[in-house]
């Protein structure tokens, strides 16, 4: 089995590495990562400028392009399109609920399902302990599951892991996408010269704690697990839409 690591946190990020060994029991690894921070840049690529691609160590890359970059890489340069599976993770901080919308950690599963690869997004849910290493064992176990899942075409799997002691993780459970609450804020402050600049992300982050959701399970101390889909169609409303009458 070849399997493809990266995330959005770049080559420093405490979550990736370790996955190398930790999954290097089923196949063979390699990661393709950023080279900095990609924190939040969605499902960005790099369509108008060269990318560099450059090894550093056996099995493992960087680039200067996004999570979705590197994904492409991996999978069409690094693995010549042989890759059984992407892992993109561990992040450090959760994606649940509406960051789905924002996370280059998802991005890079989901241009993976794009590209018909089986992928599943793994953050941890940092709190004081930062525990990768047990975050990196909860995705060991699982790890098998996920390969033999058989998910519809185009989906793949968000997990997020709880930052607590293995005794305390409850277990696993299968959810659905929540509801996030960002804090509504565009911070002014004043740089050394003089010049306005701003931090549009605030300080407060919470959730809507509604039964089955993905921050509610997490809440509780469970490993979450949810199928995300390609489709962007709203269901709920396409056929009402298609009996309205547009016209011109």
């Known amino acids: ?76 340069r690094v693995f010549r399109d042989d890759v059984d599976f992407v892992i993109s993770g561990i992040n450090a901080g959760p994606n649940m609920g509406d960051d789905l919308n924002y996370s280059g ?64 993780i409850k277990g696993v459970k299968i959810v659905s996408q929540g509801r996030r609450i960002y804090d509504r804020a565009a911070i002014k402050r004043i740089d050394p010269r003089g010049d306005n600049y701003y931090w549009l992300a605030g300080e407060k982050l919470g959730g809507f704690m509604i039964k089955g959701t993905d921050i509610e399970a997490l809440e509780n101390n469970y490993v979450t697990l949810m199928p995300v889909t390609l489709d962007h169609t709203s269901h709920a409303d396409l056929k009402a839409l298609r009996g309205s009458g547009f016209k011109l």
């Open 105 to 168: 950690t998802v991005a890079a599963a989901r241009e993976a399902a794009f590209m018909g690869v089986k992928a599943a997004g793994v953050s941890l849910v940092v709190k004081k302990r930062r525990d990768f290493a047990a975050a990196t064992e909860v995705l060991r176990k699982i790890f098998p599951q996920l390969v033999k899942t058989r998910l519809s075409r185009g989906a793949f799997f968000n997990i997020n892991i709880p930052d607590a002691a293995p005794g305390k």
């Open 1 to 76: 089995m070849n399997i493809l690591v990266t995330n959005d946190d770049g080559i420093l990020s405490e979550g990736s590495l370790p996955l190398i060994d930790a999954l290097s029991e089923f196949g063979h690894v390699s990661a393709v990562l950023p080279d900095r921070m990609r924190s939040a840049c969605s499902h960005s690529i790099s369509l108008h400028k060269a990318l560099r691609l450059r090894k550093i160590r056996k099995d493992v890359y960087v680039s200067d392009g996004t999570p979705v970059d590197c994904v492409r890489l991996g999978i069409l």
